[in-house]
């Protein structure tokens, strides 16, 4: 079956600019997740998701970071006004929840921002 | 405040030989501790992992100590190959499904 994909895998954008990067968690999964990478630096916890239930997003490190997850399936991360700090992968993780935990990773977005 | 401390950052082990990466926490409400592998370019993949009423996984070359009075819980790759070369993560997850993961070790094996 298919693992967790995400699009796209690098993007390159302009300081200010807007970005939206999208994450396809295994069907059936129910929890997702978004964590930042930066090079050489652990995983960054940004957003969850666990069904219909209200997201934590303990993580997002501004305003500018949002997510949402249609349908309980595809997520979409939003990072507004981007910022060279923002440079990252971004990696996408689903789960199956509560009862089992693991995660299983997608291959990232690297996001570099001029 | 990093709630899970890995160490040590980077590693150079020769082929054959055993590699050990440990991890400490504070948190008693973390109640599952896997470890992820890393290659370059791409996501981390579950390697193993342990609940807390167990002192000791093992599945293959990989094991796992855990300490729980401690608060402590190592990974243990014996013969140690040079297709084990990779960046290694702890994680530490509480009931409630959140993860915390640690700072991640560069592992080198030397051929």
């Known amino acids: 079956g298919a693992g967790v994909s995400q699009s796209p895998s690098n993007k390159v954008t302009e300081k200010g600019k807007d970005v939206e990067l999208r994450c396809d968690p295994i069907?059936?999964?129910?929890?997702l997740y978004w964590y930042r990478q930066s090079l050489g630096q652990g995983l960054e916890f940004l957003i969850y998701?666990?069904?219909?239930?209200?997201?934590?997003k303990s993580g997002l490190p501004s305003d500018r970071f949002s997510a949402e997850r249609t349908g309980g399936s595809v997520s979409t991360l939003t990072i507004q006004r981007t910022q060279q700090e923002d440079s990252a992968v971004y990696l996408c993780?689903?789960?199956?929840?509560?009862?089992?935990?693991?995660?299983?990773f997608g291959p990232g977005t690297r996001l570099l921002v001029l | 405040q990093q709630q899970v401390k890995q160490s040590p950052q980077s590693l150079i082990v020769q082929k054959g030989g055993i590699s050990i990466i440990n991890c400490a926490y504070e948190?008693?409400?973390?109640?599952?501790f896997p470890w992820y592998q890393q290659f370059p370019g791409k996501g981390p993949a579950l390697l193993i992992a342990?609940?807390?009423?167990?002192s000791e996984k093992k599945e293959g070359r990989f094991t796992i100590s855990f300490n729980k009075s401690a608060k402590q819980f190592s990974l243990h790759i014996m013969d140690s190959q040079p297709g084990d070369s990779a960046t290694y993560f702890c994680?530490?997850?509480?009931?409630?499904?959140?993860?915390?993961f640690g700072t991640g070790t560069s592992l080198t094996v030397i051929p």
């Open positions: 948190n008693t409400a973390f109640d599952y």
């Open positions: 993780a689903s789960s199956l929840g509560r009862i089992l935990r693991t995660q299983y």
């Open positions: 069907s059936g999964h129910t929890a």
């Open positions: 342990i609940r807390p009423d167990v």
């Open positions: 998701f666990q069904g219909n239930s209200a997201p934590d």
């Open positions: 994680a530490a997850s509480t009931a409630g499904n959140q993860f915390y």
